[in-house]
């Protein structure tokens, strides 16, 4: 028996099955929606339907079970063709599995009680019913004297067919625990012909003792006489593929078919003769007579696959097939599953213990330097290498693809686009792209946000994209793929593109910029992240608060990431996230001011400048000419308000962020390091500029810098005139003239 913390784990792990079902027999609505003719799409849909009902019952949650009932009742007519998939239905359909999900989340973790307002849903119970599931055909056995080809794949002598299908069932033991009636089957496969011979392959029965009630330990070898292809044939077990071994061999099949099922069979310690039989080379009667034979050779009895072949019931190639089969049978039996469901607060202790073992190796390696000792030196390389593997290693277990995020936005463009009378069509690229968990689940309501106003401000009504040159639909897209390091996703339409001339008016009334200011279009685009701006006339349930925009540009920066806008006038908009892999464990590079460390992000490091200090006028903001262009220049001393350290250098490290660079004016350069990011307190949520924080070697702490912060001060203190800009030209420093990266020495 199971106790309540088990029974807990096992009720947890159905509400998530559940979601997953439900989000899958979504993404075949959605599917058969475009494709109503889809038989792949239907099926699926009546399994994921079929499976949730049965997994319900299970835990004895009956309004789910009722609930779900009536679904698989009105898609079970679909499948026959009784019922047509109209967008009526869909709505219908779509709607059902809303309140499923809501259901679903209505169940008591610790009593297993789903307690629902039946109320509620009686309208919604009430469309669904009516629709009497077809009754089932009975089960037609020909008996053994009606058809001389009986268990034999010969000509059938009772009807007009050369001969009969071979079928091969071995059923699965969670099939029943999964709601499936093996019985249901045969009676569905029924309709299709004559079953000629049905036999129950029991080998696998365990003793009375040890036998579970909730587990099938049955196998089936059906002959069925049958004018339906071997494409129907399958369609019957449809729904139970994924719980079942089946071979189906066709009439007159080849000897070939036959050596190919024996190597198939999943039967375990299985003799020769019951293999032979299990393949249909050999039938019971033969069986029989061959085990008498041998029987009769009381001196020296000769082996069960001599006797076969010498009398010609069995070809040598069979007999070979199944002593080949009874050998790697057992080894067959003990594998094991290669893949393993984690909690993801499992994984979540790993990543943290694995940053912890990174600043003890790095202190451990500072260490063995200042001690001198080669031995120990070397010792700490080592160490700090299989380090290195083991933090890849472990973000590679959080590491899981967007498609799944990327595909929910498809019952959200159909729901936004019927709401407001357009017609689009989502295109979604890079699916497979791998995205640390923690991200993922941090993304979708900014690309929410982004998908929304896309539809509703972007892509134009029908009539103006017509006017326009373009087709009716509409096309968004969703991309997502890897890039220098870091994962881009793009949010893209064909509509309008944004209005730069509007948001800068609009901009200029509320005070965000001056009426006389130069910025560049692009400038003027981001304007729109910011805080309460909209370009919306009129306030609707979709947008027009200007909030959406502040929402994501606020989740894209806690990330740690940038956006970009490229829009193209009357062409369309693309917004472009660039975001890191992961959250936990970064490749940074360390710098100091005076006994202050701070550490970048090295993804934004470009390169390492040296200037002489008496160049410097000591602003927190300007410019440097660098090779002709001005780059936008900020002293983090001045900007933190921290003591320089006397030098008659100074360092400077140009940084990107998106398409814009940046220096930053440090005093020294201490190279590469493994960066462990930790949160910052409530106290320290105000800093301007400060990501997070990390604890070094030394066990001293170093602030990590915000770059996306620090641009947008830039961007507000730095005037954009050319007057502005510092003469001095700053060089390289002497490792960069030497053909290294200054950027990648060793970190103390």
Known sequence: MLNDQQWSQLLLSFVEEAHDLAKQAEEYLLQLEQTPTDEDAINGLFRAMHTLKGSAGLFSLTPLVNFTHHLESLLMKVREGQQALT?????????????????????DAESGELTVDEARHAGLIAALTGHDASPLIPLTVIEPDACKAFGRLDKCASCDQEAAWHISLRLQPEILGNGFDPASFLRYLGRLGDI???????????????????????GMEIDLCTTAGKAEIEEVFEFIRDFCTLRILPPNAALEDYLQLIHDLPETDQKIGRILVASGLLTELELDQALRLQAAEAQQPRPLGSVLVEQGMVPAQGVNAALAKQQTVREKRNQESSQIRVAAHKLDELINLVGELVISAAGAQLRAQLKGDAACIESTQTVNLHVE???????KLRMIEIGDTFNRFHRVVRDVSQQLGKDIRLEIQ??????????????????????????????EPADQRLAAGKPAEGHLRLDAYHESGMIVIEVADDGRGLNTQRIREKAVARGLIDAQANLSDHDVQMLIFAAGFSTADNVSDLSGRGV?????????????GTIEIDSRPGEGCTFRIRLPLTLAIIDGFLISLGDDYFVIPLDMVTECLELEADQLDGAAYGYLDLRGRPLPCLSLAAHFKLREAPSKRRNIIVVSHGRQQAGLIVDHLHGELQTVIK???QLF???????GSTILGNGQVALILDIPSLFRHLHT????????????????????QQGENPCHSSAT
């Open 87 to 107: 967008p009526v239905l869909l709505d219908l359909l779509l709607r059902g599995l809303d309140e499923i999900n809501a259901m679903v989340e209505l169940i």
């Open 196 to 218: 000629l011979q049905l036999e129950v392959i029991d080998d696998a029965l365990p003793a009375l003792a040890d036998m579970d009630p909730e587990s099938c330990y049955l």
């Open 389 to 395: 593997q083991i933090r890849e290693a472990a973000l």
């Open 679 to 681: 949160p910052l307190g």
């Open 548 to 560: 959406g925009m502040d929402v994501v540009r606020s989740a894209i920066d806690a990330l740690r």
């Open 717 to 736: 203190h730095v005037e954009a005139s050319p007057a502005d800009l510092r003469t001095s030209q700053p060089r390289q420093i002497a490792a960069g």
């Open 685 to 691: 949520q105000h800093l301007q500029g400060i990501g």
């Open 430 to 459: 890079g699916a497979d792209t791998e995205l640390d968990k923690a991200v993922i689940d941090r993304l979708a309501d900014p690309l929410t946000h982004l998908v929304r106003n896309a539809i509703d401000h972007g892509i």
